[in-house]
Structures are given as structure tokens and as C-alpha cells.
């Protein structure tokens, strides 16, 4: 704990580890150590941080004018996978929020993450430690593989529980819009609101809203059905000699919590395609589902079946 909080008081990086994925930490008011993000992981700087605070309080901090349903939200979501977009405190730099006047905030349930922001004084930025547009790490060996040279210590709290990255809720239009499905599932956030959030319009907000973004090397093919998955790698029998099928929609919550490992796990077992059963649209199956189209990036079409 005391050298994670001395490497990130002297601009330094820290990966750190959430319920959702682990991320590339650095104090919010250390523009070097900030800048460092960027570069270490290939990002464009016009692609904003989420910060992550300890307690509901600091909110006020880092935001301002937030909608009382906003807070209702952080109340009943925090500490969890939820982050909402606010307006932008003079509190936090224009590079933390890649120029925009709109901040994104969470408290993540990870009792070390939380005892570190406490203990360092200040909210902690991050995206997730993994290099811009590939697989996001779930552990702490996942960073090391991908970062190992280019993060001064990565802290090991075992696999993260939920496995995907927040559900982000944009509080800076009215009504509020869905930017990306994570971790909560939209379903439960319009329950606690009491009205419908729609997804969001116009020009993109997320890197997470890109076509292509969680990709690992080998090609993945989306599909409805197991039988579907059955076929689709006989047909590919005379193409490939390696072909997985990922199905584990019998499991939702298992499905997100190893849908990065086992991206990961066909890359490094060489499989050359992965076919993927996708989940209903529902619950948590939309992240799942948005995480598996977007790893399969602009592909191949689905054969006809
Ligand atoms: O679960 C998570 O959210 C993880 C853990 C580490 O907290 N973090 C994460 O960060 O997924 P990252 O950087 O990989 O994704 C953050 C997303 C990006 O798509 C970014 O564009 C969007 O949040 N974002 C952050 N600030 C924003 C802002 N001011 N306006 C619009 N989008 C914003
Ligand atoms: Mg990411």
C-alpha cells in the first residue's frame, strides 16, 4: 500500500485492480503521470479517463450542477460497476477529460483500490490497463503480460468478479443516455430511476462506442445458437485448424467474468477462429454482447446458415 501510494504521489503509475477490470492508475492532479497513461497505452488524447473516488462526498469535488437523479443512482449503484458523466469540476484538468466539459466518475468495489485513493488524498484516473483497442485485463498477470515494462507496479487482488467495465450513464444531457452497457445492467438502473434510459445518439462519447475495441488476434465469428456454433465449425473445418466455440450464455455472470481470459486464452492457445454464442440482449448479456461485437470488430459477415 505505501509504495503504490508513493509512486503515485511522485507521477508515477500504478495498475490497480476493480470488480470489473484492472486500470492504469495515476493521481488526477499529476499531469505528467497523466500524460504517461496516454502514452503507455496508445490512446488518443481526445479520449477521456474515468476517475475513480472513494466516497460519495468527493463527488462534489470532482463535479458540479449533478443531477439529483445522479445521486440517487450513486447511492444505490456505488461502490459498483456504474459510472456516471457529469459536468467537469475546475477540480479536474481539461487532459484527465480529454477537453471536454463532462467528467466520469466511480467508486469501484475494491476495498485496496479505495483504502489507496483515501490514503494517496486524491482521485485516482483510469482506463483499463490494457494497450488502446485490445483485450481488457482481468488480472493482474494479464497486465503484466501486456504492460509489464511500462507500469511501475501492478497490485494483485485476484481476478476482477464482474469481468466487463462499468455501465456509463451520461448525466450531462437530459434525459440521461446510456453510453456504453457494462457491468450493471440497464434494466436494474431504469428501476431505480423509475423511466427509460435510451442508448446514445449522435457523435461518439466512448472509445468503448467504437466499432472495433476489445480485439484479440484471431478472428471471431458471431452466432445466436449453439447449433449454430456446431455447424459454423464443421464448415470451417476445411479452412482452419483451430477453431473454438465460446458458449456460455447458460451462465451470464460467469460469461462476463472470464469473457476477457478466454479472448485471451484462444490467442495464446493459437485458435485461429473463435466462434461466439451470443446472449440475449438483456441484463447483462448486452455488455457481453456489445464486448463480443466489437471484438469481432468489422469481420467476416455470418455465413448464411
Ligand atoms: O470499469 C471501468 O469503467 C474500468 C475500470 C478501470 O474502472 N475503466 C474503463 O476505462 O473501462 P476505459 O478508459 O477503458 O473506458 C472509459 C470509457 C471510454 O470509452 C471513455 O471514452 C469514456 O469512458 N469516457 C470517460 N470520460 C468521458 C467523458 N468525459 N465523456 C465521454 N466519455 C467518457
Ligand atoms: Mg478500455
Known sequence: MNLAVQILATGGLVAIPTETVYGLGAAIDNEIAIAKIFAVKGRPHNHPLIVHIANIDELQTVAVNIHRDAIKLAHACWPGPLTLLLQRSE??????????????????????????IINLGSPIAAPSANRFGKVSPTTAQHVCDDLQNDVELIV??????????????????????LLRPGGIPIEDIEQILGYTIRYADGVSRASGMLQNHYQPSCTVLLVHTDSEAQQLKVSLASQYDRVRILNRCN???LYA?????????????QIQALIAVLPENKGLGAAIRDRLTKAAGSGPPLPAS
Open 91 to 116: 477540480n479536474v484538468s481539461m487532459s484527465v477529460t480529454g477537453g471536454r466539459d463532462t467528467v466520469a466518475v466511480r467508486i469501484p468495489d475494491n476495498s485496496f483500490t479505495q483504502q489507496l
Open 156 to 177: 494483485d487482488d485476484g481476478a476482477s468478479i464482474i469481468g466487463v467495465e462499468s455501465t456509463i450513464v451520461d448525466f450531462s444531457v437530459t434525459p440521461p443516455q
Open 251 to 253: 451462465n451470464l455472470p
Open 257 to 269: 467474468t472470464l469473457l476477457y481470459s478466454d479472448l485471451r486464452q484462444a490467442d495464446s492457445d
